[in-house]
């Protein structure tokens, strides 16, 4: 059994352009795949390592998310897991997902976690130290609000903070040097977010994934897990609104970056 404390290794596979599908291993040679967008690359990625894939987590219904899965599913028999609350929307599910649900999965045990705001039946996976939230949360951004209110997705959000600092958190996005670029023009000062860049346009560069990223990291850089912090607040000039105003704000200035 994978303990929660344990490290799950998890490998991505980029697809779409700017996707991840996160692939790991819950029996020797059998994979869980996260969110495949696309079949071939996923297909491929086994072919190469002579694996199967048993199973395949949805985040929601985004078709950048389940293009893969009609494919994947025929040639695999791999069974699929999604949302109950999105089940219209999504493949045939296996398993129709709950709040608080947990998964055995070989030898991996996966909590399902609602997170509506992205999207309403959006929910996200936790096993040992790796959550795979899916378009909830990016690094040093989060998922726009095409379905939920501002309050809906900063209560998701919140459910996120209380996990542990050190876990794994896996997007399916992409998006780190474009959300750098506006966490910066928060908090030009802010010395960590300086010093980052460089690293960031190196791993751009060479196409390297910059993610995962951690909890403890994204508590310190990501605005929209920081509509807390006082001090930023003072900053951008919004002491005196409620954090979830300061997160609906933060959220409308970056659909306009
Ligand atoms: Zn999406
Ligand atoms: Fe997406």
């Not at 692939?23 to 996923?42: I, K």
């Not at 929601?60 to 999604?82: F, M, N, R, S, T």
């Not at 649900?101 to 790796?130: S, W």
């Not at 023009?185 to 010395?191: A, F, R």
Request: hydrophobic share 40%.
């Amino acid at each position: 059994m994978i303990m929660p404390q344990e490290s799950l290794i998890v490998e991505a596979v980029p697809v779409l352009g700017d996707n991840y599908v996160w692939m790991f291993a819950c029996n020797s040679n059998e994979y869980v795949a996260v969110d495949p967008g696309e079949a071939t690359a996923v297909s491929q990625w086994l072919n190469e390592r002579g694996a199967s894939l048993s199973h395949i987590l949805l985040t929601h219904h985004h078709a950048d998310h389940i293009g893969g899965v009609a494919e994947l599913q025929k040639k695999y028999g791999a069974e699929i897991i999604g949302s109950q609350a999105d089940a219209q929307r999504l493949p045939i599910l296996d398993h129709a997902v709950v709040e608080g649900d947990c998964l055995n999965v070989g030898e991996c045990q996966i909590k399902v976690i609602d997170t509506p705001g992205h999207t309403i039946g959006h929910v996200i996976y936790r096993t040992a130290d790796a959550l795979f939230v899916g378009d909830t949360l990016f690094s040093m951004g989060c998922g726009r609000l095409f379905e939920g209110s501002p309050d809906v997705m900063w209560q998701s959000l919140q459910k996120i903070k209380n996990l542990p600092d050190a876990t794994k958190i896996y997007p399916a996005h992409e998006y780190t040097l474009t959300n750098h670029g506006f966490a910066i023009t928060l908090e030009p000062d802010n010395q960590e977010l300086i010093a980052l860049k460089k690293e960031l346009l190196i791993k751009n560069d060479n196409d390297t994934p910059t993610l995962p990223t951690t909890l403890a990291t994204e508590k310190k850089l990501n605005p929209f897990l920081r509509t807390e912090d006082s001090q930023l607040a003072e900053k951008l000039g919004l002491k005196d609104k409620s954090p979830v105003e300061r997160f609906a704000i933060l959220r409308e200035k970056r659909n306009h970056f």
